[in-house]
């Protein structure tokens, strides 16, 4: 069973930096892509970024291409999110999900954690 459990989330200023976590248990996580999506209100839910099973490629939308950094230790059962330079526009409950290839559907995620960006 796909269990994802996300920490990390809180409340920092414009410019700061937060990396997110995602501790992983029930599956192997080394067959499985990870990937972040995010949902803020009003908004439409969007995928930030995703990292495949081997060779850990890896994939960003638009918006934080440059800023956010996804990576994966798998002996830890871990997957972060570095995010840099955070603005207000970042700021959403951010999920991570399990995924057989990135471009498909999540098999599980998590609760979610939240970020806000506020001055």
């Known amino acids: 069973q796909v269990q994802l459990a996300e920490s990390g989330g809180?409340?920092?200023?414009?410019?700061?930096?937060?990396?997110?976590s995602c501790a992983a248990s029930g599956f192997a996580l080394d067959y499985?892509?990870?990937g972040w999506f995010r949902q803020a209100p009003g908004k439409e839910?969007?995928?930030?970024s995703c990292i495949s099973?081997?060779?850990?490629?890896?994939?960003?939308a638009d918006?934080?291409?440059?800023?956010?950094?996804?990576s994966r230790n798998n002996a830890k059962k871990m997957v972060y999110l570095q995010m840099n330079?955070?603005?207000?526009?970042?700021?959403?409950?951010?999920?991570?999900?399990?995924?057989?290839?990135?471009?498909?559907?999540?098999v599980g995620w998590g609760q979610g954690t939240q970020v806000t960006v506020s001055s």
């Open 10 to 20: 809180g409340l920092v200023q414009p410019g700061d930096s937060l990396r997110l």
């Open 32 to 34: 499985y892509a990870i």
């Open 45 to 48: 839910r969007e995928g930030v």
């Open 53 to 60: 099973g081997s060779p850990g490629r890896t994939y960003y």
């Open 63 to 70: 918006s934080v291409k440059g800023r956010f950094t996804i």
């Open 85 to 106: 330079s955070l603005d207000r526009e970042d700021t959403a409950v951010y999920y991570c999900a399990a995924y057989v290839v990135c471009d498909g559907e999540p």
